[in-house]
T-cell receptor, first 111, second 110 residues
C-alpha cells in the first residue's frame, strides 16, 4: 500500500466543536483529496489540493476548510461539527491523472 | 459541474454468473478509472482507461471506455465470492479532479 496515513482513525465529537482530520503521505504526490463516504452517496469530493497552499472546493465543501502547508500533509477542518457531518472520511493522493491512492479512512461521529 | 452516474446501485448474483456495472458522465472525460472497495476497506485502484473505445482485460474483468469518452463499463465473467465489494468508476477531468459514481455493491451467493 502507498504511504498514506489518516489520523485519527475514529473520533466521536460533540455538535458545535471544531474537528481537524489529518492526512499524511510519504509518496511526494502533488495532488491530495478529501472525500466523504455515506450510504447511497458514494464518494463525494470535499476539497482537493494541487500543490502546497493551492486548494479548491469540491462538490460538498460547505462547513469544511482545508490547509496544505507542506507537500506531505493535508488537513481537513470542520469549523463547527454538525450531525450531518457524521461520515467516513477518506484522503487520497495522486500524481496528476494517474491512479489515486486512498488512506484507511476516518470514521467521524458527531453527537 | 461534472456528474458521474453509475448503475445498478446493487447487484446480487449466484457464484459463476456474470456481472456488469455501467458508468455515464455528463461531460467528456479525459480518462476513467475503476476502483474496488471491499466491505470495511478503502477504495483500491483497478485500472485506468484513456483512449476512446479502449478495452482492457484483467483476468475475468473487462473494462470498456465509450467512443465518446462519456461512458464506461466493467464486466466480470463467472463471479467468485472474492469479487464481493463495491465497484466505483471515477471520471477524470482536465483539472485532475476525480468525480466518483455512487458505486455498485456486488454480493455473490456461493
Amino acid at each position: 500500500d502507498a504511504g498514506i496515513t489518516q489520523s485519527p482513525r475514529h473520533k466521536v465529537t460533540e455538535t458545535g466543536t471544531p474537528v481537524t482530520l489529518r492526512c499524511h503521505q510519504t509518496e511526494n504526490h502533488r495532488y491530495m483529496y478529501w472525500y466523504r463516504q455515506d450510504p447511497g452517496h458514494g464518494l463525494r469530493l470535499i476539497h482537493y489540493s494541487y500543490g502546497v497552499k493551492d486548494t479548491d472546493k469540491g462538490e460538498v465543501s460547505d462547513g469544511y476548510s482545508v490547509s496544505r502547508s507542506k507537500t506531505e500533509d493535508f488537513l481537513l477542518t470542520l469549523e463547527s461539527a454538525t450531525s450531518s457531518q457524521t461520515s467516513v472520511y477518506f484522503c487520497a493522493t495522486s500524481q496528476g491523472s494517474a491512479e489515486a491512492f486512498f488512506g484507511q479512512g476516518t470514521r467521524l461521529t458527531v453527537v | 459541474g461534472q456528474q458521474v452516474m453509475q448503475i445498478p446501485q446493487y447487484q446480487h448474483v449466484q457464484e459463476g454468473e456474470d456481472f456488469t456495472t455501467y458508468c455515464n458522465s455528463s461531460t467528456t472525460l479525459s480518462n476513467i478509472q475503476w476502483y474496488k472497495q471491499r466491505p470495511g476497506g478503502h477504495p483500491v485502484f483497478l485500472i485506468q482507461l484513456v483512449k476512446s473505445g479502449e478495452v482492457k482485460k484483467q483476468k475475468r474483468l473487462t473494462f470498456q471506455f465509450g467512443e465518446a469518452k462519456k461512458n464506461s463499463s466493467l464486466h466480470i465473467t463467472a463471479t467468485q465470492t472474492t469479487d464481493v465489494g463495491t465497484y466505483f468508476c471515477a471520471g477524470g477531468g482536465s483539472n485532475y479532479k476525480l468525480t466518483f459514481g455512487k458505486g455498485t455493491l456486488l454480493t455473490v451467493n456461493p
